[in-house]
T-cell receptor, first 114, second 111 residues
């Protein structure tokens, strides 16, 4: 079946601009995670949704970052006033039930802020 | 203190060698443990879950030591195709029960 889909695969934007990154999880997966990964590092937790609600947003680095999942399926990660330090690969993952189920990752969105 | 800590390596081993990685976690109430594999410029993929009694999948063996709060991954008879970064993943049961990754351990198997 279809896996986790992330769009765009690459995004180049200028410092100060607004970007939206989209994640389409596996159908039926209630849990959705956003991670950010920089070169040579492991994925850094950003936010976790269980259904429509953000169960844990403690990983969002500051208030420029926001994510939604209005219908409990597709999620959008929004970054305002982008900074060069936001450049990374943004990974989305979904799982059937949450932490006790394995994560299935999308291919990621490579964000470059110039 | 980080939720999950790993030795980043790199580990360079000859083909056929046995290699082991450890990972420590900070929350004694954690219940879910996994090893993921990540190839260069690819997304992480589940390698195996780690069960309390330990588990084996072919050449791979995972162990959990709750008393010392670490998990391990043993790879026997290393293949060139095992070259990758191995990520330790642990749940954080306080709050929303989400999942945290270690920084990963880089393995290169040399012919």
């Amino acid at each position: 079946g279809a896996g986790v889909s992330q769009t765009p695969s690459n995004k180049v934007t200028e410092k100060g601009k607004y970007v939206e990154l989209r994640c389409d999880p596996i159908s039926g997966h209630t849990a959705l995670y956003w991670y950010r990964q920089s070169l040579g590092q492991g994925p850094e937790f950003l936010i976790y949704f269980q259904g429509t609600g953000a169960a844990d947003d403690s990983g969002l680095p500051n208030d420029r970052f926001f994510a939604v999942r209005p219908e409990g399926s597709v999620s959008t990660l929004k970054i305002q006033r982008t900074e060069r330090g936001d450049s990374a690969v943004y990974l989305c993952a979904s799982s059937l039930r949450g932490a006790e189920s394995p994560l299935h990752f999308g291919n990621g969105t490579r964000l470059t802020v110039t | 203190r980080k939720e999950v800590e790993q030795d980043p390596g790199p580990f360079n081993v000859p083909e056929g060698a046995t290699v082991a990685f450890n990972c420590t976690y900070s929350n004694s109430a954690s219940q879910s443990f996994f090893w993921y594999r990540q190839d260069c410029r690819k997304e992480p993929k589940l390698l195996m879950s780690v069960y309390s009694s330990g588990n084996e999948d072919g050449r791979f063996t995972a162990q959990l030591n709750r008393a010392s709060q670490y998990i391990s991954l043993l790879i026997r008879d290393s293949k060139l195709s095992d070259s990758a970064t191995y990520l330790c993943v642990v749940n954080a049961p306080t709050g929303a029960n989400n999942l945290f990754f270690g920084t990963g351990t880089r393995l290169t198997v040399i012919p």
